[in-house]
């Protein structure tokens, strides 16, 4: 339960900084990162201007939790003990 919990959350943290730091990439300050148990929100302090800008922030929380999630399934995998909750 604790590494399922640890795990959920690092996705949560991770996909909330992917979007902060996609609107920085495009000179959008971000005013706050609030976490709930099962989600979170990227407040962006000013309005997004410009469709690509704000598809790219939209897709980067998701594409860098995907990203998170493959390295922790891979090294997982690699794992010779078969403990699954390695970090």
């Known amino acids: 339960i604790l ?3 640890v795990g959920l959350f690092t996705s949560v943290i991770m996909h909330e900084f ?8 495009f000179g959008i ?3 706050s990162i609030t976490l709930y ?3 979170g929100i990227a ?3 000013n309005a ?3 469709n690509r800008a704000e598809l790219y922030i939209a897709l980067a929380g998701p594409a860098v939790a995907t990203i998170t999630q493959f390295d922790r ?4 995998g690699a794992s010779s003990r078969g403990n ?4």
């Open 3 to 5: 590494c399922l919990s």
């Open 18 to 25: 992917g979007h902060a730091l996609m609107a920085k990439r």
């Open 84 to 87: 699954h909750c390695s970090a």
């Open 37 to 39: 148990p099962f989600g």
């Open 48 to 50: 997004i201007e410009g």
């Open 29 to 31: 300050a971000t005013a």
């Open 73 to 76: 399934f891979m090294t997982a």
């Open 43 to 45: 407040k962006i302090e």
